[in-house]
Antibody
Framework: QVQLVQSGAELKKPGASVKVSCKAS????????IHWVRQAPGQRLEWMGW????????IYSQKFQGRVTITRDTSASTAYMELSSLTSEDAAVYYC????????????WGQGTMVTVSS | QSALTQPASVSGSPGQSITISCTGT?????????VSWYQQYPGKVPKLMIY???DRPSGVSNRFSGSKSGNTASLTISGLQAEDEADYYC??????????FGGGTKLTVL
């Protein structure tokens, strides 16, 4: 079945970087765009950026510009999101999500990766 | 990009209908028919309920419907059921090729 499986929970110190993976299966990875969305505890969903898995184009939210890097490995059907210079405000669940081919929406979501930032 | 504006909470009794609004600008909601809605239970992954303003993915109940007027999109749930109690988020494509979510609405079924 179509699914996105993310890497496990991370505990990072302030100032460090975190890299979360998102492995796709059940569909042709390069035919879709993958987005990254985060949700701090008790807070709203927050869009971070996307990568076109086919041509490697990326666009990032202005809020995270310069601190976030989204990449992909087509041979592994996996997308990655790396966030640097972590602070306590970056503690959140990070989701990857697949964009539909025609509907400009997010139809398949990963299970989420909890990132904790603590000294 | 500021978050789209949603009411923090709405409530309704079983069988009733409720509507959740999502207000943006002409650069997002008003400029494109790429508004989607997501249902999220506590601690769970968001689920796509409506895309392209008013289309439902396969498997989503027809009690859920969407619409848009100007810069405001709406999600209506008819025949409210206890299982509909969840958080709901709207999302829109924007003029800068980015996406933006709403602040989220907590639906309580009385």
């Amino acid at each position: 079945q179509v699914q996105l499986v993310q890497s496990g929970a991370e505990l990072k110190k302030p100032g460090a970087s975190v890299k979360v993976s998102c492995k796709a299966s059940g569909y042709t990875f390069t035919n879709y765009i993958i987005h990254w969305v985060r949700q701090a505890p008790g807070q709203r969903l927050e869009w971070m950026g996307w990568i076109n898995a086919g041509n490697d184009n990326t666009i990032y939210s202005q809020k995270f510009q310069g601190r976030v890097t989204i990449t992909r490995d087509t041979s592994a059907s996996t997308a990655y999101m790396e966030l640097s210079s972590l602070t306590s405000e970056d503690a959140a669940v990070y989701y990857c999500a697949r964009q539909t081919r025609t509907g400009e929406a997010f139809d398949i979501w990963g299970q989420g990766t909890m990132v904790t930032v603590s000294s | 990009q500021s978050a789209l504006t949603q009411p923090a909470s709405v409530s309704g009794s079983p069988g009733q209908s409720i509507t959740i609004s999502c207000t943006g600008t002409s650069s997002d909601v008003g400029g494109y028919n790429y508004v989607s809605w997501y249902q999220q239970y506590p601690g769970k992954v968001p689920k796509l309920m409506i895309y392209e303003v008013s289309d439902r993915p396969s498997g989503v109940s027809n009690r859920f419907s969407g619409s848009k007027s100007g810069n405001t999109a709406s999600l209506t749930i008819s025949g409210l059921q206890a299982e509909d109690e969840a958080d709901y988020y709207c999302s829109s494509y924007t003029s800068t090729s980015t996406w933006v979510f709403g602040g989220g609405t907590k639906l309580t079924v009385l």
